[in-house]
């Protein structure tokens, strides 16, 4: 995909960035959407949210999820408010997976296993993913469906605030970071639940589309993914979902500080340690 972008002429003009990005999710969506009902990993964010609104869109028979750490000293975790907020906008259900923090340990330690690595992000991100798509095999589904592939098309995350060219970045984290991180956390979920993941975002022409457009119109009037969110405006999503700003899903759902207070609770002085211990 990369020689296919380098061949082609940089996308300079914002509207038909936003043209062509439209039509490029558009065919993604319309060619990789089953017709059996499937499970939406939704955050509401502005990724998992455009997936929601153009599902509805096309009358597809979905159901949404959000998992999310419940302990009372954390307070309300911001996934929570946020997606909750989302769904009553769309006019969608919503179906919330709290965990327990004393169930937390028994989902870490299966996803060490089956994840087979142990460091702190990989393993928060699939806890916090775990009991949402456990949830969507528990009622019998056999697809889910996430807004992952956006970020490093479209320049989203603190790390693209700290360089002088989003496109080379986002190609260094297409390239040499998308299977460790990305698509190794979504196989794990797959194969042990044996479902089948649905990524549009990650599909060829979204990041063909995406990383032919100019570094310098993806961060604009302090947005990152500005391209990407004025082609959700564009295709109909609802002007106060298109500017929300992001939060990694470990942290907004509060299973960071699950593992946090866990790392405390068992005498550790470092998250990694007691991860490591579980292994």
């Keep these: 995909v990369k020689k296919q972008v380098e061949s082609l002429s940089q996308i300079k003009s914002e ?73 009553k906008i769309l006019g969608i259900d919503l179906k919330i997976i709290e965990t327990k923090l004393e169930n937390l340990e028994n989902i870490l330690k299966l996803v060490i296993s089956n994840l087979k690595r142990d460091d702190v992000v990989s393993v928060e991100v699939v806890a916090t993913l775990w009991p949402a798509v456990e949830a969507i095999k528990k009622d019998n589904l056999k697809y889910f469906m996430s807004g992952t592939g956006v970020e490093q098309v479209h320049a989203g995350g603190d790390r693209y605030w700290h360089t002088n060219n989003v496109n080379e970045l986002g190609w260094d984290r297409l390239i040499n970071h998308a299977w460790e991180s990305d698509i190794t956390r979504y196989h794990t979920l797959e194969k042990f639940f044996k479902l089948k993941i649905l990524a549009p975002f990650y599909a060829e022409e979204c990041i063909q589309t995406g990383m032919s457009i100019a570094p310098e119109l993806k961060i604009k009037n302090e947005h990152q993914k500005y391209i990407f969110r004025l082609a959700a405006k564009k295709l109909g999503l609802p002007e106060e979902l298109v500017w929300l700003r992001p939060r990694p899903a470990q942290y907004a759902s509060k299973f960071d500080r699950g593992v946090e207070k866990l790392t405390k609770q068992k005498g550790f002085k470092y998250k990694s340690k007691y991860i490591s211990s579980l292994s």
Excluded: M
């Design 15 to 87: 509207k038909e960035a936003v043209e062509k990005t439209c039509s490029a999710i558009i065919s993604a969506f319309e060619t990789r959407i089953p017709k059996k009902k499937f499970g939406i990993l939704f955050s509401g964010g502005v990724d998992s949210v455009l997936l929601a609104w153009l599902v509805k869109k096309y009358n597809l028979n979905f159901e949404c999820y959000l998992s999310v750490l419940n302990y009372d000293g954390f307070g309300i975790p911001h996934d929570l408010e946020r997606a909750q907020t989302a769904a």
